[in-house]
């Protein structure tokens, strides 16, 4: 799976990351919910605070009420009221929505990302991928990436979907149990 992310830092110095949820990706806690509409879902986390892959998460809003409302590019978000340091001024909050309109627009090629294997950037198809290293978060893999043609950047998921034994155990502890 490819999850698109932008990485930014507000006004107040706060460095957040903004995560478009597409129809079909896996959110929430443990990845346990899946958004079934049409309309995207926009996440954004504290990056400071490593409580999931991408930060402590913040908040989470449907991409059209948000970004069809002028008052929020005018005047920035609250993502919630009482904490100061998560407020988005409305600079920042503009190059994130603009980031989100390009993806929506010319919608990043997923499909053809994994037909590729994860060779080729979903944005502009360059095979100039910065990849990092494998993390591992206890029951799944991930690893950063991002393309140095287009500086997107995204975050490729693995699973584990089978395994091959090499040497079996004279042990059978299974068999043992059955006695
Ligand atoms: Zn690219």
Same mark, same amino acid.
């Given at each position: 799976?490819?999850?698109?992310?932008?990485?930014?830092?507000?006004?107040?110095?706060?460095?957040?990351?903004?995560?478009?949820?597409?129809?079909?990706?896996?959110?929430?806690?443990?990845?346990?919910?899946?958004?079934?509409?049409?309309?995207?879902?926009?996440?954004?986390?504290?990056?400071?605070?490593?409580?999931?892959?991408?930060?402590?998460?913040?908040?989470?809003?449907?991409?059209?009420?948000?970004? @069809?409302? #002028?008052?929020?590019?005018?005047?920035? $978000?609250?993502?919630?009221?009482?904490?100061?340091?998560? *407020? &988005?001024? %409305?600079?920042?909050?503009?190059?994130?929505?603009?980031?989100?309109?390009?993806?929506?627009?010319?919608?990043?090629?997923?499909?053809?990302?994994?037909?590729?294997?994860?060779?080729?950037?979903?944005?502009?198809?360059?095979?100039?991928?910065?990849?990092?290293?494998?993390?591992?978060?206890?029951?799944?893999?991930?690893?950063?990436?991002?393309?140095?043609?287009? @500086?997107? #950047?995204?975050?490729?998921?693995?699973? $584990?979907?089978?395994?091959?034994?090499?040497?079996?155990? *004279? &042990?059978? %502890?299974?068999?043992?149990?059955?006695?």
């Amino acid at each position: 799976m490819i999850k698109l992310i932008k990485k930014f830092t507000a006004s107040n110095g706060i460095n957040f990351i903004a995560r478009l949820v597409f129809k079909n990706d896996t959110y929430g806690l443990g990845s346990s919910l899946t958004h079934d509409r049409d309309d995207p879902l926009i996440e954004f986390y504290d990056s400071r605070y490593p409580h999931t892959e991408y930060g402590q998460f913040v908040s989470r809003y449907f991409v059209s009420p948000l970004l @069809g409302d #002028e008052d929020f590019e005018a005047r920035g $978000l609250d993502l919630q009221g009482d904490v100061p340091d998560w *407020k &988005i001024d %409305a600079a920042s909050l503009k190059a994130v929505f603009d980031w989100v309109r390009d993806v929506m627009d010319k919608g990043p090629d997923v499909y053809g990302y994994l037909q590729s294997h994860g060779l080729h950037c979903p944005n502009c198809g360059s095979g100039e991928l910065d990849v990092g290293n494998f993390e591992f978060d206890g029951s799944r893999c991930y690893q950063n990436v991002s393309c140095e043609v287009c @500086g997107s #950047e995204w975050v490729d998921h693995y699973t $584990l979907t089978g395994c091959s034994i090499i040497n079996l155990s *004279k &042990i059978k %502890a299974k068999k043992d149990n059955l006695k």
